[in-house]
């Protein structure tokens, strides 16, 4: 009858270590997956960002050739892509809190070890 509990305890444990590593290996793809993403739109925000600023400042230097509804409308723009742009960073790159944690899902007593 103990021989039975120890194997059940046994597969128990076994299966909860599957699981836990499943556990693991999944968070570790996301986590990997989310990075790439975040560099990705890094690096098509820059490339917005700039083809905005030279339009921008292009419309804001020759601003003769324009209408005035123009010239708002390219300096508005300038502002709230910098601003949105600073904000952006900031919230999904900068932030601590976004940035995941890979720990080991398994706790493991000290006494579970030494068997003291």
Not at 94 to 112: A, G, M, Q, R, W
Request: proline share 3%; no cysteine; net charge neutral.
């Amino acid at each position: 009858m103990a021989t039975n509990i120890a194997k059940i305890d046994t597969d128990k444990l076994s299966e909860q270590i599957r699981q836990e590593i499943e556990t693991f290996n999944q968070r570790k793809k996301q986590d990997s997956q989310w990075f790439v993403l975040k560099l990705v739109m890094g690096f098509f925000s820059i490339i917005l960002l700039a083809i905005v600023l030279i339009f921008s400042f292009y419309i804001l230097l020759n601003n003769n050739k324009f209408p005035p509804e123009v010239i708002i409308s390219a300096g508005s723009a300038l502002f709230v892509d910098i601003l949105g742009l600073i904000i952006s960073v900031w919230k999904i790159v900068l932030n601590p809190n976004s940035i995941t944690k890979l720990e080991p899902l398994t706790k493991v007593d000290h006494e579970d070890v030494t068997g003291t």
